[in-house]
């Protein structure tokens, strides 16, 4: 098993730019998540999803824009990159299992993304 | 790989020793309370989880203590080795659908030989 794998593993864009992120898991599971991790800071949730063709909005969700198609992909998107969206960026995934139980988020190793 | 918290709080300990990471959280809801490790140009790797009505759990090398009178959460890694230097993140467990976290912002552990 690949585990969660994110492309790109970097990417440079200039103001205003556009560009999508791509998350993929082959758990078979069924949620997943998407992260900033801005420099002194941990991570802070952006959006997330719960099933196929479900997403709703985490902690910090200005700015991004995201898509679970098929179950095992998660994309995010910037329509109009901003310098403030510099960050790396951390995508998850993890069983439903029973309610109230906890599952193991299970992460990618991140893209970092630089917007000038 | 990418500088992973320029201004986090740092704990230093010799090879050898144990070493005790602290953590305070804010929410009383929350159902599970978790630490993740860190290395330099990974993504964070789960550790030991803890369920609210517990204090005390236990794995290899690591123990959580959780103090819900004061909201304090901490990691004992015994023996520290090389291999445990790394960022440390506590999170907490939202008690709704979705499995989401909150995590903390995190500390740097070196260890010296």
């Known amino acids: 098993n690949a585990g969660v794998t994110q492309t790109p593993k970097f990417r440079v864009l200039k103001t205003g730019q556009s560009m999508t992120l791509l998350c993929a898991q082959d758990?078979?599971?069924?949620?997943m998540y998407w992260y900033r991790q801005d420099p002194g800071m941990g991570l802070r949730l952006i959006h997330y999803?719960?099933?196929?063709?479900?997403?709703a909005k985490g902690e910090v969700p200005d700015g991004y824009n995201v898509s679970r198609l098929k179950k095992q992909n998660f994309l995010l998107g910037l329509e109009s990159a901003a310098p403030s969206q510099t960050s790396v960026y951390f995508c998850?995934?993890?069983?439903?299992?029973?309610?109230?139980?906890?599952?193991?988020?299970?992460f990618g190793p991140g893209t970092r993304l630089t917007v000038l | 790989g990418e500088s992973v918290g320029l201004h986090l709080p740092t704990l230093s300990v010799q090879e050898g020793d144990n070493s005790i990471i602290n953590c305070a959280y804010s929410?009383?809801?929350?159902?599970?309370f978790i630490w993740y490790k860190q290395e330099s140009g990974k993504g964070p790797q789960f550790i030991i989880d803890i369920r609210s009505n517990m204090d005390k759990r236990q794995g290899q090398r690591v123990t959580v203590l959780l103090n819900k009178t004061v909201k304090h959460l901490s990691l004992q890694i015994a023996a520290t080795q090389p291999g445990d230097s790394a960022v440390y993140f506590c999170a907490e467990k939202h008690n709704n659908a979705g499995n989401m976290l909150t995590f903390g912002g995190g500390t740097r552990l070196m260890v010296k030989p």
């Open positions: 758990m078979n599971h069924e949620y």
């Open positions: 999803s719960v099933g196929e063709g479900t997403t």
């Open positions: 929410n009383s809801a929350s159902d599970y």
């Open positions: 998850a995934s993890n069983y439903r299992g029973a309610l109230g139980a906890y599952n193991e988020q299970f």
